[in-house]
T-cell receptor, first 114, second 112 residues
Framework: DGGITQSPKYLFRKEGQNVTLSCEQNLNHDAMYWYRQDPGQGLRLIYYSQIVNDFQKGDIAEGYSVSREKKESFPLTVTSAQKNPTAFYLC?????????????FGPGTRLTVT | GEDVEQSLFLSVREGDSSVINCTYTDSSSTYLYWYKQEPGAGLQLLTYIFSNMDMKQDQRLTVLLNKKDKHLSLRIADTQTGDSAIYFCAERPYSSASKIIFGSGTRLSIRP
């Protein structure tokens, strides 16, 4: 079964702790993305990576960090510097360069920080 | 700049057609997409249209693109309760190799 997996589905952390969200894909896609979704809002791009060992900041990168050591994996760390980390986090991937550019999404991780 | 706008809510009666509208600002957009998100889940790609097309039909889904007005719509025929979800419009600007710009989503609810 090809697809994108995110784990865990729900994550709870205390304020001041860093937390890492997992994203794995077996679609052989070069590009991967992290989005944040807040209630009633669209998706906002945190970071993206077009190729292994390279990544770029998205629109709201402050307080987040990523790594891309393997093609299949793009973990996101939410650091204690992120002022409002409670949100639904979505990972996606796409062919790069793909003819049509569509992105495929994982099931998401809901992070709650108290 | 790049911006995609949608109305937040739409309510339709079961069996009727639903029409979800979207406007975008980047006239260089190459592809435009519709995604569906069910509660607590990721986004599922429903369909996409290339910018040189006016219409695309796929079973109960019809996408209309008015490039002059930068207006995209998604029509769902014979709307069913399983169509209840948030629908996102998205564009891929020509200037962006891989970034997609998403609207804020339209929540579709179905009345019996």
């Amino acid at each position: 079964d090809g697809g994108i997996t995110q784990s865990p589905k729900y994550l709870f952390r205390k304020e001041g702790q860093n937390v890492t969200l997992s994203c794995e894909q077996n679609l052989n896609h070069d590009a991967m993305y992290w989005y944040r979704q807040d209630p009633g809002q669209g998706l906002r791009l945190i970071y993206y990576s077009q190729i292994v060992n390279d990544f770029q900041k998205g629109d709201i990168a402050e307080g987040y960090s990523v790594s891309r050591e393997k093609k299949e994996s793009f973990p996101l760390t939410v650091t204690s510097a992120q002022k409002n980390p409670t949100a639904f986090y979505l990972c996606a991937s796409s062919m790069e360069p793909g003819p049509t550019g569509e992105q495929y999404f994982g099931p998401g991780t809901r992070l709650t920080v108290t | 700049g790049e911006d995609v706008e949608q109305s937040l809510f739409l309510s339709v009666r079961e069996g009727d057609s639903s029409v979800i509208n979207c406007t975008y600002t980047d006239s260089s957009s190459t592809y435009l997409y519709w995604y569906k998100q069910e509660p607590g889940a990721g986004l599922q790609l429903l369909t996409y249209i290339f910018s040189n097309m006016d219409m695309k039909q796929d079973q109960r889904l019809t996408v209309l693109l008015n490039k002059k007005d930068k207006h995209l719509s998604l029509r769902i025929a014979d709307t069913q309760t399983g169509d209840s979800a948030i629908y996102f419009c998205a564009e891929r600007p020509y200037s962006s190799a891989s970034k997609i710009i998403f609207g804020s989503g339209t929540r579709l609810s179905i009345r019996p």
